[in-house]
């Protein structure tokens, strides 16, 4: 039971270019929600994070929208950069309080290549 | 400096023999966490820890065990009844369950069974 889910395996951009990579969960005990960037043999490193009391968190070149609604959260990269070219992870994180507090639930991950 | 550290970065073991894995965290972080990444998957937890002399498991814990004897280390042993052990195994380290925080990963450790 995938509770996090990256539906696109891959995605490729050009230089200067969005991208906008996608996540959806289903457990509407998720109220903290953060994206992490991976190179390969590397371990993640932490880019963007949101709480479900926002709808939008910016940092520079990137921001990760948060649709409570839909169960969807994004992240948007502009302009893209090759060096962008990496795995991004979604993970969420349970409500404060509740018996899984601190339990950080990934998704499967979707590599973004970005051409020069 | 602060951070996780994994060691080590490549292990090579024969099938049916347990291995010990090493994770230390020099950044006074009450929780820690043990994740395994397969090619095309996600990060999958297998045991985490929110507090000394204390620890859970996660989705996938079954042929692995964990201890919690000090706040800086969380050591994950892949025992002979973990059936496909060969992986990547990350550490992680948080301020844990009193706030939202981001987790810091260690460079992981590539597990390699023969």
């Known amino acids: 039971d995938q509770q996090v889910k990256q539906n696109s395996p891959s995605l490729s951009v050009q230089e200067g270019r969005i991208s906008i990579l996608n996540c959806d969960y289903t457990n509407s005990m998720f109220d903290y929600f953060l994206w992490y960037k991976k190179y390969p043999a590397e371990g993640p490193t932490f880019l963007i994070s949101i709480s479900s009391i926002k709808d939008k968190n910016e940092d520079g070149r990137f921001t990760v929208f948060l649709n409570k609604s839909a169960k969807h959260l994004s992240l948007h990269i502009v302009p893209s950069q090759p060096g962008d070219s990496a795995v991004y992870f979604c993970a969420a994180s349970p409500r404060l309080g509740s018996s899984n507090t601190g339990k950080l639930i990934f998704g499967q991950g979707t590599t973004l290549q970005v051409k020069p | 400096d602060g951070g996780i550290t994994q060691s080590p970065k490549y292990l090579f073991r024969k099938e049916g023999q347990n291995v010990t894995l090493s994770c230390e965290q020099n950044?006074?972080?009450?929780?820690m966490y043990w994740y395994r990444q397969d090619p095309g998957q996600g990060l999958r937890l297998i045991y985490y820890?929110?507090?000394?002399?204390?620890?859970q498991k996660g989705d996938i814990a079954e042929g692995y065990s964990v201890s919690r004897e000090k706040k800086e280390s969380f050591p994950l042993t892949v025992t002979s009844a973990q059936k496909n052990p060969t992986a990547f195994y990350l550490c992680?380290?948080?301020?844990?369950?009193?706030?939202?925080?981001?987790?810091?990963f260690g460079q992981g450790t590539r597990l390699t069974v023969v």
């Open positions: 992680a380290s948080s301020w844990g369950t009193a706030v939202n925080t981001e987790a810091f």
């Open positions: 820890s929110q507090i000394v002399n204390d620890f």
């Open positions: 950044l006074n972080h009450d929780a």
